[in-house]
């Protein structure tokens, strides 16, 4: 079980820290990504870190922006978003993805809503 959290309402350059949280599974061995999805469009991947958490993937639009990290003691991830703009405006997902060879088990939070307005 995946459950985030550190959603809601932020102004144009703002800050917010999304958390994942997870359960019922060995964190460590999973990748975590973080999703996005707007209304009206698909959903992107975001973000991406390695499950010893020594590497991270960024789509283009949040580089130096934002920052994927994870703490496996705890069984958490966190998405720090800064400057944040009013096109970041989106449903945000974790998702946990198995990182063993031949393994393909995947677990899906519910959603954090983020919305950057003024």
């Known amino acids: 079980q995946l459950v985030e959290s550190g959603g809601g309402l932020v102004q144009p350059g703002g800050s917010l820290r999304l958390s994942c949280a997870a359960s019922?599974?060995?964190?460590?061995?999973?990748?975590i990504h973080w999703y996005r999805q707007a209304p009206g469009k698909r959903r992107e991947l975001v973000t991406t870190?390695?499950?010893?958490?020594?590497?991270?993937y960024y789509t283009e639009s949040v580089k130096g922006r934002f920052t994927i990290s994870r703490d496996n003691a705890k069984n958490t991830a966190y998405l720090q978003m800064d400057s944040l703009r009013p096109d970041d405006t989106a449903m945000y997902y974790c998702?946990?993805?198995?990182?063993?060879?031949?393994?393909?088990?995947?677990?899906w939070g519910q959603g954090t809503q983020v919305t950057v307005s003024s």
């Open positions: 870190i390695t499950n010893a958490g020594d590497s991270a």
């Open positions: 998702n946990a993805l198995s990182a063993l060879p031949g393994t393909y088990n995947h677990y």
């Open positions: 019922g599974f060995t964190f460590s061995n999973y990748d």
